[in-house]
């Protein structure tokens, strides 16, 4: 019987280096894929940026009616022009919430008198950082969000679906449908970008 034949340890040595960098490679390819086919997180949001909130199904803005500076000022969705009354800053509240901030009067979104209901209406406020005006973003398809109250747990997006301009913004029960979803349009910018790419 012929003996087994036996590598000599330089060229073993290289064979295991070889075999070890294949797979490496392998590895981070396969990562690579998997991260630059997912789109990024929606919900990572520029606390020093300032955005339009732009409806899914009606294609308008979130705004503050009429131009209105005072408490209780009602929220719309109306064409969007880009004004001041449609830009929103994302104020970090922690634990994954935020505030929005109108541009146009300092204060901030609001579920009215703290409901907890369908229907509940969404107005402007002073910002006191109640759990009433703390909302976390959750993904959505083709990076948009859906705006979730902390303290009530809904959506919120025009009431009943409704597509026109003037249309009050309500907060129901969360369903995913299009009404309830937003797309962040970062003024200055572009609309918050799918995921980036990686090279090895």
């Not at 002073?126 to 398809?141: I, T, Y």
Request: glycine share 12%; aromatic share 8%.
């Amino acid at each position: 019987m012929a003996p087994a034949k036996v590598l000599p340890t330089r060229l073993l040595w290289r064979w295991r280096r070889g075999t070890v960098a294949i797979a490496v490679t392998a590895l981070l390819a396969g990562l690579c894929l998997t991260l630059g086919s997912t789109p990024a997180s929606a919900a990572t949001v520029d606390t020093g940026a300032t955005y339009v909130l732009v409806n899914r199904s009606s294609g308008k803005a979130m705004d503050v009616y009429n131009l209105a500076t005072g408490d209780g000022a009602r929220i719309v969705q109306w064409a969007r022009n880009d004004q001041a009354q449609q830009q929103w800053q994302f104020v970090d509240s922690g634990g994954g919430y935020y505030r929005l901030r109108s541009k146009h009067s300092g204060k901030v979104l609001d579920v009215y008198n703290w409901s907890t209901s369908d229907g509940g209406q969404i107005v402007q406020w002073p910002d006191l950082n109640g759990a009433n005006q703390q909302f976390r973003l959750a993904d959505s398809s083709d990076g948009y969000v859906r705006l979730i109250n902390r303290n009530s747990g809904k959506a919120i997006g025009p009431e009943n679906a409704s597509t026109g301009d003037g249309a009050t913004i309500v907060q129901s029960t969360d369903t995913g449908a299009g009404h309830q979803q937003w797309q962040l349009v970062k003024v200055g910018g572009s609309t918050t970008p799918p995921g980036g790419t990686c090279s090895l």
